[in-house]
């Protein structure tokens, strides 16, 4: 019985393993370019935001 044990590990183990590679290499599901677009806006509008505020001042040289 040990011995079944023993090679039932490693068969499950190859089988979530190929379960696992399928599902890591599936297509990136597509979202369509009106919501695409508005989401990529938003963001460039809210980097404008954090840049805008967070801009270092000119120091004066020495």
């Known amino acids: 019985m040990a ?6 590990i ?4 190859a089988v ?7 599902w890591a290499q599936r297509a990136p599901r597509a979202t369509g370019d009106p919501a ?3 989401e990529h806006q938003r ?3 809210a980097m ?3 840049t805008a505020a ?3 001042r000119e120091r004066p040289e020495r």
């Open 16 to 22: 979530l393993a190929t379960v696992w590679a399928g």
């Open 43 to 45: 963001f460039m509008a």
């Open 36 to 38: 695409s677009l508005a």
């Open 10 to 13: 490693p068969c499950v183990a």
């Open 54 to 56: 967070d801009a270092p």
């Open 48 to 50: 404008e935001r954090t």
């Open 3 to 8: 011995a079944l044990a023993w090679l039932i």
